[in-house]
């Protein structure tokens, strides 16, 4: 039986010694007992410890403790003085490595918040439980989602907050998400801590009610020429279809049917987890077909890009300052000023429009995407395709006439 001190030498020393042998050759360090490296006849070198759990006379076992490349002497020596330590304590490391391999499984956070999402977001959330996954999905998991929730801290969950471009309610939204998922796995016995036991919650903000005169809209629209191509159709899609900024920023190439002139926003990207139809307006199409460069529009990737179509416009932030310079460039002395404005304000200022159009609340709400409570929500499931075309084609309609030259300009027409 060889015996040695364990270095990167004495390791790739063993491949000559070993040359033709047709079976395992063994070096056994002398300063750590048990630790060895075992050579298979191909070459291939394994880092090992042998112990016994319960003194002399209990049976030998054996340890892989990785493969040498992979590890190196002194890491697999410093592992196996940590392994050795259990035994000491009477624990088997085999059970240790058990738990480790459980720990990248069943506790990753996307395992947690499967279950999570099951058992416990139905009981705790039954109204509003599409919320609270549509904030796992498109906050926590994309950064979290294979990370062991033991190994995650409150600096990483404060880092992921402060990089959440929604403003401080979706902040504040993230942050109670978290708080009671990791606050639900502690009480399971899963993990031992909350990361965020003690922090203090993003602050409230007040509810808006901002919305945008025809005035102020017209600013905006004209001011959004200056942003380049991209940010302007994003402005104006937003303005015209009255969705969501994320949605309409992510939107799909694949999504977008011109011969029907309707998006179909899927499920896992809308915000209550609903698929949902958006007809679109010619004020619509026109905007879709200048980013395509003419009537056929490409089958895939992303519509609002600046990198020909590889991933969804982002820097809202930035986009929305110029703009704001575009537009105090724009005032004139009987113009009203845009001021201490968003751009989710445009969602409802599309709203407020369209009612001032006479169009009734449930076509708005549809078109916007709105589950119903209740009773409603449950039974009501009428998709109102027709109505919601007619109501984003009058509001593109009367965009349109607003942002036209001044002279063409025209009252705001209501229904009959």
Known sequence: MATGKITKRAVDAMLNKAQGSRADAFLWDTDVKGFGVKMTPAGKRVYILQYRLGGAGTKTRRYTIGTHGTWTPDAAEKEAKRLLMLVAQGKDPADDKRDRVRLATDLTFNAVADRFETLEVPKAWPKSGHFVKATLRLHLRPKLGKRPLPSITGRDLTALLDDIDGGQAMKRNVYAVAHRLFRWSKGRGEIDNNPLEGMEAPKPVASRDRVLD??????????????????????????????RRDEVAAMDWSEVDRSRAEWLLPSARAKNGREHLVPLSPQAVALLDGLAGGEAWPGKGFVLTTDSGKSRVSGFSKAKRKLDGYIADLIEDDDAAVDAWRLHDLRRSAATG?????????????????????????YQRYAFADEKREALAAWGGHVAVLTAPKDNVVPLVRNA
Do not use: H, Y
């Open 214 to 243: 025809d005035r102020q809209l017209r600013l905006v629209w004209l001011a959004s020429e200056d942003l380049g191509s991209t940010f302007c159709a994003l402005i104006r899609l937003l303005m015209i279809t009255g969705q």
């Open 354 to 378: 369209m009612q001032r159009l006479r169009i009734p609340g449930d076509w708005i709400e549809a078109v916007q995407n709105r589950r119903k409570a209740g009773v409603a929500g449950t």
